[in-house]
Structures are given as structure tokens and as C-alpha cells.
């Protein structure tokens, strides 16, 4: 019921920046957290940021600690991953991730994923 869509991926240099977006939409009540996670080839997904509804309380990983800032803008109904100082390492699909609990149930749904590539 809650359909999330990002954008903004890229290739971009080493040391470069990029700002992911994540359109939210359907049954949107009730959403207590929201996330980015990403997936490089031969891993597992991974847990980049996240930042709750309630207080807007972040957490990173802390590979990105310090490089990447994760926002949300309500009037907008959009989350966003602000990510500087970019490394080889950092290249991964990157998966907008919202957490539902309704009537005590929890509910994941994921987006599409979009690539990131940092390169030169």
C-alpha cells in the first residue's frame, strides 16, 4: 500500500556528490521509520541511514558516518540522502526502505533501487 520510488543515482568521481531522492506515497499512515539501505554486487543489502517519524532521530552506518546525511521533507512527502565525499566503495544500488506497523503489525515495502557508481 505505500509506494516509494527513488531517483537521483549517477555515476560520479571519487570525491564527488550525489543526493538521492525517495517519493513516498499510498497508505502513508502510520510509517514510524524510513531508511536507505544498499546492495553491492556479491554482498548483502546493507543498512546506509535511517531517520524515525517521531523526532526525526538519525542513525548511520558507520562506513557513510560523517559523508552522507539523510533528511526527510514532509510538505514534499520525500526522503532524501544527501552523499559527499563519495568512495569506490560507496558503488551499490541504493533501496529507499519505509517501516509500517499498523494495529501492531509491521509492514517493509522498498523501492526500486537506483544505481550509484562512483568511478573516475
Known amino acids: 500500500q505505500v509506494q516509494l520510488v527513488e531517483s537521483g543515482g549517477g555515476l560520479v568521481q571519487p570525491g564527488g556528490s550525489l543526493r538521492l531522492s525517495c517519493a513516498v506515497s499510498?497508505?502513508?499512515?502510520?510509517?514510524?521509520?524510513m531508511s536507505w539501505y544498499r546492495q553491492a554486487p556479491g554482498r548483502e543489502r546493507e543498512l546506509v541511514a535511517a531517520?524515525?517519524?517521531?523526532?526525526?532521530?538519525?542513525n548511520y552506518a558507520d562506513s557513510v558516518k560523517g559523508r552522507f546525511t539523510i533528511s526527510r521533507d514532509n510538505a514534499q512527502n520525500t526522503v532524501y540522502l544527501q552523499m559527499n565525499s563519495l568512495k569506490p566503495a560507496d558503488t551499490a544500488v541504493y533501496y529507499c526502505?519505509?517501516?509500517?506497523?499498523?494495529?501492531?503489525?509491521?509492514?517493509?515495502?522498498w523501492g526500486q533501487g537506483t544505481q550509484v557508481t562512483v568511478s573516475s
Open positions: 499510498g497508505f502513508t499512515l502510520h510509517i514510524r521509520a
Open positions: 531517520i524515525t517519524s517521531a523526532g526525526g532521530v538519525t
Open positions: 526502505n519505509a517501516h509500517q506497523n499498523v494495529r501492531g503489525w509491521d509492514y517493509d515495502y
